[in-house]
C-alpha cells in the first residue's frame, strides 16, 4: 500500500495537514498518510509532504538538527525520484538561498531565492496574510482541476523568486505578483496552505496524493 510521510521536525502545528491529507487519501484509495521525522520512514515513502511554519533559518536548522532527515529527503526525492510536496517553507526550502535575516542555504532543487515581500501599494500590509486568487501560469499534474480565480490562504511576508520562470506555476497579486506555487520534475511546492484552501486545496491535495510521474 503506498505511503505518505508528512514530515514531522517539530516546526508548526501539523495537525490540519495530517487530517487534510489523511481525509484525502481515504477518499481516493492513495494508501496510508504518516507523520513522522525518521529518515527511515522517509526513505520508505512513496510520497513525500514538508510542511513548515515560522523563519526560514529555524526551519532549515530543525531540519540540518534532525540527524539523517536532510540526507533521507534528498536520497528520496533527488536520487529516486519519489513525489515532493513543499508547503510554506517547506516550499521556499527547495529554492537556492533564503534571505530572511540571514543568508541561509536552501535545498537548491529549484534556482531562486526567497526575498521579503515588497508590494507596490503602501496600503498593503506584511505579512500577505488571508485569502487571494491564485493565477495559474503552468501546466502540472497536480494542478488538474485548478484554474486561474481559484481561492487559496496564504500567511508569510516572503516568497520565492525563481531563477527559470518556467519554474513558476503560479502566483498571487498582492501589490504585484508573488509566487503561489513553484516546481520541475517530481518535485511541487505550494507557498499558500492547501490544507487549508477549502476546494482548491482538497483538489490539490487529492491530485498530489495520485500522483504518479
Known sequence: MPLTVVVDYESGNLHSAEKAFQRMAAETGAGDVVVSGKPEDVARADRIVLPGDGAFPSCKAAIDGHSGLHEAIEEAVRGKGRPFLGICIGMQMMATVGREYQDTPGFGWIGGEVVAITPEDPALKVPHMGWNDLVVTGAH?????????DHAYFVHSYQVVVEDPAHRLAYADYGGPVTAIIGRDTMIGTQFHPEKSQA????????FLSWAP
Open 141 to 149: 499534474p497536480v494542478l488538474e482541476g485548478l484554474a486561474t480565480g
Open 200 to 207: 482548491a486545496g482538497l483538489r490539490l491535495i487529492s491530485n
